[in-house]
């Protein structure tokens, strides 16, 4: 069953660079009992074990984000390192953060899945609207501070950054081809930081530890779904794709608004 779920969330989420990790945060805890803050470091096992399929069969398109990909990863990478101590030594309670996400993930979810992206079939000439959508665009000195924090915000709760970093890079006029081999890539660097982190940690708090059955269970259907989900990508219109974020992102908003409010 966890083998399935986790092939299933893989392949609906990687053609928008989202590694299905926080989507398999309610399944472990309601339906594996994986308990916290184990179920932190486990999600961060996942994304080790399932992201090489995506990045791999991304590799043999031609797609690697390699620019963008640095950038996310210089941000992300001291973040979830610093991530992962706060949530060990400081931030054992989910409350506040899981309001803080569900107030910015739902109005972001709502935008895209409510919003369509510049066609050329509009009048507008296509130059000014490739013009208008790199305008849109974050910029390195923006980039940077936000990778930070959603790699802080991913060492805590194990979610993967590019859960966050994709939808807002494909809201800021980022085509989903480029986001998402940068956002896996960055997700998985991520993701060996915070496990070798949390292992560290565990030996001075032993619930720190990750579950390694679990983790690599849900990283085996993972990887075949990852790649499936990036071979597939090419053959999905960009509006599909932008709507299938929006509604993920709206029911991972959801569920911490649910979590925060209970």
Not at 227 to 245: D, N
Request: charged share 10%; proline share 8%; with cysteine.
């Amino acid at each position: 069953m966890a083998v399935a779920a986790s092939y299933g969330i893989a392949v609906l989420s990687t053609p928008a660079g989202i590694s299905g990790a926080v989507l398999l945060l309610p399944f472990q805890v309601s339906v594996l009992g994986t308990p916290s803050p184990a179920v932190t470091p486990t999600n961060l096992l996942y994304n080790i074990v399932a992201t090489p399929g995506g990045l791999y069969r991304y590799w043999r398109q031609g797609q690697t984000g390699r620019s963008l990909a640095k950038v996310l990863i210089a941000g992300t990478l001291p973040g979830v390192i610093a991530g992962s101590v706060i949530r060990v030594e400081l931030l054992p309670g989910p409350r506040v953060f899981d309001l803080v996400v569900s107030a910015v993930l739902l109005p972001l979810g709502a935008w895209l899945a409510l919003t369509r992206p510049p066609g050329p079939g509009k009048p507008t000439r296509s130059s000014d609207t490739a013009e208008r959508q790199r305008s849109q665009r974050l910029t390195t000195p923006v980039l940077l501070p936000l990778a930070l924090a959603v790699g802080c915000a991913g060492g805590i709760y194990g979610i993967g950054g590019g859960s966050i970093l994709a939808p807002v890079l494909i809201a800021s006029g980022r085509e989903p081809a480029e986001v998402a081999p940068a956002a896996l890539a960055s997700t998985f660097v991520t993701s060996v930081a915070g496990v070798v982190t949390f292992t560290i940690l565990s030996a001075h708090h032993s619930t720190t530890a990750p579950d390694w059955p679990t983790g690599i269970a849900l990283g085996i259907g993972g990887l075949a779904g990852a790649y499936t989900g990036a071979r597939i990508q090419s053959r999905l219109p960009e509006a599909f794709i932008r709507r299938l974020v929006g509604i993920a992102v709206i029911a991972i908003g959801a569920r911490y608004l649910w979590t925060g409010l209970a």
